[in-house]
Each structure stands twice: as C-alpha cells, then as structure tokens.
C-alpha cells in the first residue's frame, strides 16, 4: 500500500509538471502572436512627406517699423531652418555698402543691421528662396522684411514681365532694376540698388518704392554686379523713363545681346591642312584681310567670310613661312593686328576634299546631291564625274554652283525609285586655285521614295509699304529658319517642297531694308527691330498643296 502511494504520488507530480510545461507554452505562444499582432498594426508607414514651408511667428522689431533704429533684426520660425544660396537669393533694396550677412540659430534668423543707412529711406530685405525647413528644405518663398529710417514706408510698386526680343518667350531669372535718373549708373562702377529678379513665368515687381523719376532694365548677368560691362549680357530698356507717382504695372522688357562697341578677335589659328581661321566678336560691315608679313603672300590669297560677317577663313599659295602677320579691317580702317607663329613640328598638307548631303545613302528630288568643296574651286571637268543609274552611264545631269553657300554645288538629275545610283568623282575632277586636286570618291545610293514633301502657299497681308518686311518659315522650336522671303507688299508667298511636319511663321519689320533682323544698341536707346509671330503651328502634308491667310498687325 505504501509503495502504491509513492507511485501515485509520483504520477501527480508528473502529471502537474507536464501540465505547467504545457501551461508555460501556450501561455508563451499567445503572447509571441500577441506581440506579433500588435507590432504588424503599430509598425511605422512614414507617413505623407513634409510639404509645408517654414512659418515665421515673430519678428524683432516687427516687419514695416518706422524710424528703426535697431542693431539686430530676429525673425523666429515654428521649426528649425536652414538657408541656401543666401548670397545668390538674399538681397538688400536699396543696396546698402556693408553686405548682410543673416546667421541661422536653431529656429532663428539674426541680422545685424549695418550702421551705413541713409536718413528717410524705406529698405526691403528679400530672401527669395534661400529660407527652408531643415529636414526637407522646403522654401518660404519671397519672404520679405521691410522697415523705414524715416517716419513714412514707402509703398509704391512697379511690375510687369520680361521676355527675349527675339523668341517672344519668358525670361526667368533675369536681374530687373530700378535708378533713379539723376544716377542713372547701370554703365558705370556703381551698381543698381533697387532690383528684384523675374520668377519662373517672366514676371516681376518691385514694391516700396519713392516717388522719384527711374529708369528700369533688364539683365542677365554673368558677374552679378549689376553693372551692364559685358558685351554677351542680354538686356531690356524702356526708352522713355518712368514718373512714379502711383503704382505702375504691365511695364514689358524685351532684352537682347547687343553687338559690342569695341572690336576683338575671338580666335586665330592655323589648321593642319595651311588655311587660316579667324573669328570676331561682333559682325563687320566691310570686313578685309591683310598679310602684311610676309607681304607676297597677300597678292594671291583667297579669303572667304561667312554670311554673318563675324568670321572669316584664309588659304594662301605658299605655306613654307615660319610665321604670319595679319591685320584685320573694316572700310579700310584698321581694327587689330595679330601674328601666328609656325610650330616647330607643325606640317601643313593642303586637302580637297569633296563633301555629300546624302542621309542613308538616300536621294531626294528636293534637296538633289549637294557637292561641297574643302576649297575654292577654280575649275571642274565634268568627263571625271561619272553617273550610273542601274549601270547605265547618264550624261543628262546638271551641275550649278549654289549661289547661297560658297564651294557647293548641285546636282540636279530626274531621281527614280527602284533604281540603284553610283557617282563617281575621279581625281582632279575638281581644282583648285594653288593646284590643289581632289582625290577619287565614289557613292552608291538609291532615291527616297518615301520623302514626304508638300506646299504651302501664304497669302501675306501688309498693313502698310513704308519699309521691308521678312517672311520667314521657321521649325515649331522657333530655332531654325527654313526660309525668308523679303517682300514690300501684299502678296502670296509659296512655300514648294518643304519636308511633312510642323512649321510656323514669323514677321521680321525690317526697318532699314538690310535683309536682316537688327538687335538693339542700349547705349543709343534704340530698340531691337519688331518681331511678330503668328501664333500657331502650320502640318504641311505630303503631295498637298494648302493656302493660309496672313494678316500682319502694323
């Protein structure tokens, strides 16, 4: 019996040990799924990115106070801040002679005021974009804090737009500045004071404004100086000054590149092949080339300038010297002088190379098979030029000089699909004027039977004949000029076998009937010449021939 205890009491103990284990267990398994649970709802998403831009809460002294006197200006924000680009985006209107210099402080910004501020005058401090949130950097864009020296907050403004004279579009980013006209200084070494720059669409305004008589420009820097002094700035002008006296809007500023005052040589150089380049900075109305060392070579050299003016190139019959001296001119008047020195190792090798406008080895009716010389050509033997159709030599082609390109030349023959093309120009079929001969070079190509060509016929209405207007049919980025007819009076104008696609049309007012549009000189207060632009897109199809009505505006 007692043994019969021990055992049962063995089996109990076990019996409770295996249900605590069990116990333990499930009890550890609700919670792991417990925990589980809880972390896979409570687990973090991110959430929504921060959009929000600083929140300015307070300002020491208060933004427009009058008669300040302060040494230190705080402005308090609802979150920590950072800045960027505060010398590019932080500005001072009127400019002040000490800098400004805002240092950030957790949630602050403290300035200290120069101690260089004139009596009675209204300042604006504009932060553009340079104040944003620290973690995203989110910008509190055209913040401003204006405050008075004097007993009144001048609260006059100006605005208006800026756009490119030439391309009508927006100009963002542009330097708009207001002097005053009795230092009008945009030329010399004192900078604008008053100033703002355009935003994304072109559009401005200056605000807390003086009664006063101003001049207003437009400019694109290049040494953010303010200070018109470089001859590649773009600028804008009105030519007549502004008599503020109540706020002035719709002011349009069209800015231009002029051509610079003083001539200089961009470059010069001597090529591997002995012809001479040279480049200007500004076109010239009666360009000319002297050698003047060593002077026999001036006798027989050929010089050829681009349509612009504003380059030109030099082959010479001898090219044995060890240098050259050239002068550059403009009516005979002397503009610089430059020498170029011959390498040690430099070698010059006359080439002749003869140019095609072949694309995919495919010819076009339209265009033909434009030849183009890497020299002047004095002569060509039409017996060296060979054309096969189909292996069948054809003599019935024409060959004319392009009287728009110097050194290119067009052959013209009644191109045919399915047919195979072979051109062969033998050597010497083209010569030059210092004995220069083309090497052999042969093409093989095939019509494009799927070009795409159609016409278009303007009907151009003038609203007066006093001068000269271009008509010029431009691509639809308006950076092309397709064509330009000069006209004087109402007609129509066709446009034959231009490529399928997507054009529109400009109107050049050529005031002074020189075939060209004319940039303006801010110097002379004179204005670029009109543009106008029809407004939208014309789809020439091929083999369709469509009319369209143009009524230019006076």
């Not at 008075?148 to 100009?171: F, M, Q, R, Y």
């Not at 069209?254 to 591997?272: A, W």
């Not at 183009?372 to 017996?383: F, L, N």
């Not at 007819?485 to 050529?510: C, E, H, N």
Request: aromatic share 10%; glycine share 4%; charged share 25%.
């Amino acid at each position: 019996m007692q043994d019969s205890s021990k055992t049962k009491n063995r089996l109990n103990r076990l019996k409770i040990a295996l249900n605590t284990k069990w116990l333990f267990l499930l009890t550890f398994a609700v919670l792991f799924s417990l925990s589980w649970q809880c972390a896979s709802i409570q687990r973090p998403t991110g959430g929504p990115k921060d959009s929000i831009p600083p929140k300015v809460l307070k300002e020491t002294p208060p933004n427009l106070t009058r008669n300040f006197d302060a040494e230190k200006i705080v402005i308090e924000f609802d979150e920590y801040i950072k800045l960027k680009d505060q010398f590019k985006e932080i500005s001072v209107s009127p400019d002040t002679e000490q800098p400004v210099n805002p240092r950030v402080r957790r949630k602050t910004i403290e300035i200290t005021v120069p101690d260089s501020l004139e009596e009675n005058t209204t300042y604006t401090i504009n932060f553009g974009k340079a104040i944003g949130d620290f973690n995203e950097g989110n910008p509190l864009i055209n913040y401003s804090y204006v405050f008075s020296t004097g007993d009144i907050i001048d609260s006059l403004t100006v605005s208006g737009s800026v756009i490119n004279a030439l391309t009508k579009l927006p100009e963002k980013d542009i330097t708009v500045m207001l002097i005053p006209t009795r230092q009008d200084s945009i030329f010399g070494k004192r900078k604008a004071n008053i100033f703002t720059r355009t935003d994304t669409a072109g559009t401005f305004m200056l605000r807390n404004l003086r009664e006063d008589v101003y001049r207003i420009y437009a400019l694109k820097e290049e040494n953010n100086d303010r200070i018109y002094n470089s001859p590649t700035e773009s600028i804008g002008f009105l030519n007549d000054s502004i008599v503020l006296n109540k706020d002035t809007s719709g002011i349009l500023l069209e800015t231009f590149v002029g051509i610079p005052r003083e001539f200089r040589l961009m470059d010069r150089k001597i090529e591997p092949n002995g012809k001479l380049i040279l480049a200007f900075n500004k076109p010239l109305d009666r360009p000319g080339i002297t050698i003047t060392h060593p002077a026999a070579l001036d006798e027989d050299k050929i010089v050829e300038y681009t349509a612009t003016r504003d380059s030109a190139t030099v082959w010479l019959n001898n090219l044995t010297f060890d240098s050259l001296k050239v002068s550059i001119l403009n009516a005979d008047t002397l503009l610089d002088s430059v020498t170029l020195r011959r390498g040690r190792n430099d070698k010059y090798d006359r080439d002749f190379n003869i140019a095609d406008n072949l694309t995919g080895n495919k010819v076009t009716r339209v265009n033909h098979l434009q030849l183009t010389a890497g020299s002047p050509v004095q002569s060509i033997d039409r017996s060296k030029i060979v054309l096969m159709e189909d292996s069948v030599p054809r003599t019935n082609y024409q060959l004319a000089k392009d009287t728009s390109a110097n050194r290119r030349y067009v052959l013209r023959y009644n191109w045919r699909p399915k047919r195979d093309y072979q051109l062969t120009i033998e050597e010497g079929a083209f010569s030059g004027y210092f004995g220069d001969k083309n090497k052999e070079l042969s093409k093989t190509f095939t019509m494009d039977d799927a070009a795409n060509f159609g016409d278009i016929i303007l009907k151009v209405n003038l609203p007066d004949t006093s001068h000269q207007y271009l008509v010029q049919l431009i691509n639809e980025k308006m950076d092309v000029v397709h064509r330009s007819v000069p006209i004087t009076a109402s007609q129509s104008i066709p446009f034959r076998q231009f490529p399928g696609g997507k054009y529109t049309l400009r109107v050049v007012y050529d005031t002074n009937n020189n075939g060209k549009w004319d940039t303006g000189d801010v110097y002379e207060k004179r204005q670029p010449e009109r543009i106008w632009y029809i407004g939208k897109t014309f789809m020439i199809r091929a083999n369709w021939e469509q009319e369209e009505t143009v009524n230019v505006p006076e």
